[in-house]
């Protein structure tokens, strides 16, 4: 199994720009999230789906839209990027097994993306 | 809002000096708890997790953790740190499927 894969590793994107992030598992998860990381501040969810069909929003989703069309794959897009969407991105997706401890997060290697 | 608290943001041990890295969350249900590592220039990956039984969990590389329900914690313990130890380390909440909250990390660094 690949895992969690991501494409690309690494974007320099200007201001006004769009773009889509690529995430793709092959572990037959149901959930799949985004994150983004910056500096001193861990990481904070954008958008999540529990299942093909069904997104919702996380805690910073301004700017970003997701789509679920089907259980493998979760792109992120940029609508119209801004500096302030400088960041490291990680996709993770997780799986529901009660007998063993839910929602441990797979995560991916991560798109560093740059704003100018 | 649930939130997870890191107390420290970087913390320099010397090798085979003990580690301790607090994790407080604010939630009064449920919750799975998890630590995640990140290596330099690597993604996260699962170090261990609590999720019901023995509040004393063993993960990999001779890291545990202890959850305390009573003080909303779960810290991250080793009693013998190496140099191969730096990185940085994630506290995460999950209160739901699919959405995990993250503390905003603690980068340790361990001296040779």
């Known amino acids: 199994n690949a895992g969690v894969t991501q494409t690309p590793k690494f974007q320099v994107l200007k201001t006004g720009q769009s773009m889509t992030l690529q995430c793709a598992q092959d572990?037959?998860?149901?959930?799949m999230s985004w994150y983004r990381q910056d500096p001193g501040m861990g990481l904070r969810l954008i958008h999540y789906s529990v299942g093909a069909g069904i997104t919702d929003q996380g805690e910073v989703p301004n700017g970003y839209n997701v789509s679920r069309s089907t259980t493998e794959d979760f792109p992120l897009r940029l609508l119209s990027a801004a500096p302030s969407q400088t960041s490291v991105y990680f996709c993770?997706?997780?799986?529901?097994?009660?007998?063993?401890?839910?929602?441990?997060?797979?995560f991916g290697p991560g798109t560093r993306l740059t704003v100018t | 809002a649930q939130s997870v608290s890191q107390h420290n943001h970087h913390v320099i041990l010397s090798e085979a000096a003990s580690l301790e890295l607090g994790c407080n969350y604010s939630y009064g249900g449920t919750v799975n708890l998890f630590w995640y590592v990140q290596y330099p220039g690597q993604h996260l990956q699962l170090l261990l997790k609590?999720?019901?039984?023995?509040?004393l969990v063993k993960g990999i590389k001779g890291f545990e953790a202890e959850f305390i329900k009573s003080k909303f914690s779960f810290n991250l313990r080793k009693p013998s740190v190496q140099w191969s130890d730096t990185a940085e380390y994630f506290c995460?909440?999950?209160?739901?499927?699919?959405?995990?909250?993250f503390g905003d990390g603690t980068t340790l660094t361990v001296k040779p």
């Open positions: 572990m037959n998860h149901e959930y």
């Open positions: 995460a909440v999950t209160f739901n499927a699919g959405k995990s909250t």
């Open positions: 609590y999720f019901s039984g023995d509040p």
């Open positions: 993770a997706s997780s799986y529901d097994d009660p007998g063993q401890g839910a929602w441990e997060q797979y």
